[in-house]
């Protein structure tokens, strides 16, 4: 399915308007999907641990097909090579099992692998390469699509895949139905891209195209009822790939008070997660331990895209011990005519295992009770925790949650957790995986898991690691200091507004400040188009010059972990160039138009859905009319 941005110009040399895509579906999730993905990469041939490989935040969804689902963009030296999504639902109707999809962009990665920097130079075949078999119908097609499809066709076309489908559906027919909706959600990419779709139309188009694919899904799960379910179904508890939990038995301790560590690990977590989840966790753990009545010191919590962590000084080893009064039956029902215990005080003394004469009496409000004075016992702070830590875990909220392998739902995928007091592991599971004392390095580093002897000595191993795990004290400051020393370099300074250097810093565990270059003709664009290009779709920082201010032909990228500098610094500046052949184009297009050429496109815009005779060319007509001089 064709939309604008798939594919502008053949001077881009990523974007294409018809892409080659190896789409792999899973389902289920089989515990380890992101490793499977980076071997996969290493079987291409890509050295992963000498480019900078990324897992960005992309909530995929199609409001036409009733579909969406949480995952990533695979970025490889800032350039999309590969979408990465756990789909949760399909034809407006839950996925289950949960389907995982992973589609490959084969152009992109043939380019890397090849060490070329246009689409137009990957080797096809011995002596034929891909622009000579696809470039001109790459410039045909792209004119077709933003410049010379019949808009009255094509709205043609598209009644006619919607009429078909609703035959389709009628006889009992999901799949070709289902293909004319796909033929319709392509008619609509195409008028979008000829810029004759408004907000109105979009609305009308989708609830159409919905509807359609709804009752699709819908008939298709009763046509795998009727014929017996084939394939099998799928039972939850198949899903669950729980970790052998580490066999230790509590040591009777006896001393001070010890610290306490949780590390939940995670898939990426989307950056502003990362800061909300924090958050959450220490303040839900100080409740808990206050609640649980069990001492402590400072309480800190750390993140990253991977990890979300709370350090707790000082934890006791047990309960304080404390006397509660607890209030029975009201005295008429716990005492008979001739005061003698009925079975009522008999049974209230024996659920809490106090004596009959150590019971007394007390009003409350008009009511007399019989009340004991019961003392609670002192547990060990890990059976507490055993408890509470699951609970602690679910309650994280989130913006958007999903699940992957079971009905537990959280930001991404929980891959490890970590749980030690002192040296001891606090047994728990959650989501299928069972605590332990094992945490997980870096993902281009050779270390891929490591573990960690004792809480006290957390922070020290996760550094060693590699891994700068304080978001505002370290990875913060790094980010900043090392931005500021190649800024300085070419005698500038870089631009990193608040909230982009914050999902900068929750991008990466082990940042990498890297100045890139760019070309200085592309500084004839307006300043804007180049640092939104920078900043929203790159998460640059844009260099400008000390003494005049004015933009200079330089970035800043942030790469995460060892990577090789040079390769990284190449790829990016690639990508921004590519992005910046985008902007061009569509600038000089809106450019080379005037105002009475775009006007013309409201006639074909409706003003509101219930106004079918109503263009925006109407309203400003209207307007025109109602602000002219009397």
């Not at 039972?235 to 560590?261: C, D, I, M, W």
């Amino acid at each position: 399915m064709w939309s604008r941005a798939c594919g502008p110009t053949t001077d881009n040399p990523n974007r294409l308007q018809r892409h080659t895509q190896f789409q792999v579906i899973l389902k289920p999730d089989p515990g380890n999907l992101q490793d499977l993905f980076l071997h996969s990469l290493s079987a291409l041939g890509i050295n992963v641990r000498e480019h900078d490989i990324r897992f960005v935040e992309d909530n995929w969804e199609s409001p036409v097909l009733g579909a969406w689902g949480l995952g990533w963009e695979v970025w490889m030296d800032g350039m999309e090579i590969t979408q990465f999504t756990y789909f949760q639902q399909s034809g407006s109707l839950p996925l289950l099992p949960v389907s995982v999809e992973i589609t490959y962009g084969l152009e992109r990665i043939l380019m890397s692998l090849q060490g070329v920097d246009h689409f137009k130079k990957i080797q096809y075949t011995e002596g034929i390469t891909y622009g000579e078999l696809f470039l001109e119908n790459e410039k045909e097609m792209s004119a077709y699509y933003l410049e010379h499809a019949n808009v009255d066709h094509i709205q043609k076309h598209f009644d006619d895949f919607e009429e078909e489908a609703r035959s389709l559906l009628s006889l009992g027919l999901p799949i070709p139905a289902y293909d004319q909706v796909l033929k319709a959600s392509h008619a609509f990419n195409i008028l979008d891209s000829r810029g004759f779709v408004g907000v109105t139309e979009r609305a009308r188009y989708f609830g159409r195209m919905r509807s359609l694919a709804r009752q699709c899904s819908q008939l298709w799960l009763k046509t795998r009822e009727e014929i017996g379910y084939p394939l099998g179904t799928y039972q939850e508890a198949n899903l669950v790939y729980p970790h052998v939990s580490e066999k230790l038995s509590r040591k009777e301790v006896l001393g001070q008070a010890q610290t306490f560590v949780l590390e939940i690990g995670t898939e990426e977590l989307p950056p502003h997660d990362v800061v909300e989840a924090t958050e959450q966790l220490e303040k839900s753990l100080v409740q808990i331990l206050g609640k649980r009545r069990l001492s402590h010191g400072k309480v800190h919590s750390y993140g990253t895209p991977r990890r979300l962590a709370v350090v707790v000084e000082n934890l006791s080893l047990k309960q304080m011990e404390e006397e509660v009064e607890l209030r029975g039956p009201p005295v008429t029902k716990a005492f008979d005519q001739e005061g003698k215990p009925t079975k009522a005080a008999e049974g209230f003394c024996r659920k809490n295992n106090v004596p009959l004469d150590s019971l007394y009496r007390k009003i409350d409000g008009k009511t007399e009770y019989i009340y004991a004075r019961v003392k609670e016992s002192a547990r060990y702070a890990d059976e507490v925790l055993s408890e509470d830590l699951p609970t602690i875990i679910s309650g994280i909220s989130f913006p958007k949650s999903m699940r992957w392998n079971s009905n537990i739902v959280f930001s991404r995928p929980v891959r490890w957790i970590m749980a030690l007091h002192g040296d001891l592991v606090v047994p728990f599971s959650f989501a299928g995986i069972s605590s332990g004392s094992q945490s997980c390095g870096l993902r281009n580093s050779s270390l891929a898991n490591f573990k960690v002897e004792t809480a006290e000595s957390y922070l020290h191993t996760v550094e060693k690691a590699g891994i700068v795990i304080d978001m505002q004290q370290e990875r913060r400051a790094k980010i900043l200091d090392d931005s500021s020393t190649l800024a300085r370099g070419v005698d500038g300074d870089f631009i990193a507004p608040d909230s982009l250097l914050q999902e900068v810093v929750n991008l990466v565990e082990a940042p990498v400040p890297i100045l890139g270059r760019y070309d200085d003709s592309f500084l004839e664009l307006p300043k804007d188009v180049l640092t939104t290009v920078m900043q929203k779709h790159q998460r640059y920082f844009p260099v400008t010059s000390k003494s005049t201010g004015d933009l200079l032909p330089y970035f800043i990228t942030v790469a995460n972990g060892s990577i090789s500098e040079e390769v990284v610094r190449k790829g990016n500046e690639a990508v921004l160039r590519a992005r910046y052949e985008d902007a061009k184009f569509f600038y000089k297009m809106d450019t080379q138009k005037n105002l009475s050429e775009i006007r013309g496109q409201l006639k074909s815009i409706l003003f509101h859905v219930s106004c079918a005779e109503f263009s925006l060319d109407s309203c400003v007509l209207l307007i025109l009319i109602l602000s002219a001089p009397h």
